[in-house]
């Protein structure tokens, strides 16, 4: 059974920083595309970030570009997301997931197929 755990979240200041962890059981991650998705009050749930197999290409949404690192660590078979500069408008419960087939579409990523997600962590970019 697959499991994806996140961590990290938290309060933080206008242009402060977090980092998202995300820990694996069931799969390997360096064998699946792996994202971070975000979703906030009201509105649908939206791709921030992807490791695609498919291509061997990073993603990014337009509106975390320059601000948003996302890695892995195989050996722990764990995915993260740095976040930095870090926005009012990026608060969201932030959510690990794995897929198929990520693209861009209107500055925003979609995936062609959806697999397992984690329950989400909490990010509130508040002063």
């Known amino acids: 059974q697959v499991q994806l755990v996140e961590s990290g979240g938290g309060l933080v200041q206008p242009g402060g920083s977090l980092r998202l962890s995300c820990a694996a059981a069931g799969l390997a991650l360096e064998y699946y595309t792996s994202c971070w998705f975000r979703q906030a009050p009201g509105k649908e749930r939206e791709g921030v970030s992807c490791f695609s197999v498919q291509d061997g290409r990073t993603y990014y949404a337009d509106s975390v570009k320059g601000r948003f690192t996302i890695s892995r660590d195989n050996a722990k078979n764990m995915m993260y997301l740095q976040m930095n500069s870090l926005k009012p408008e990026d608060t969201a419960v932030y959510y690990c997931?794995?897929?198929?087939?990520?693209?861009?579409?209107?500055?925003?990523?979609?995936?062609?197929?959806?697999?397992?997600w984690g329950q989400g962590t909490q990010v509130t970019v508040s002063s």
């Open positions: 997931m794995t897929g198929s087939d990520p693209y861009y579409s209107s500055g925003g990523i979609k995936l062609r197929g959806y697999d397992d």
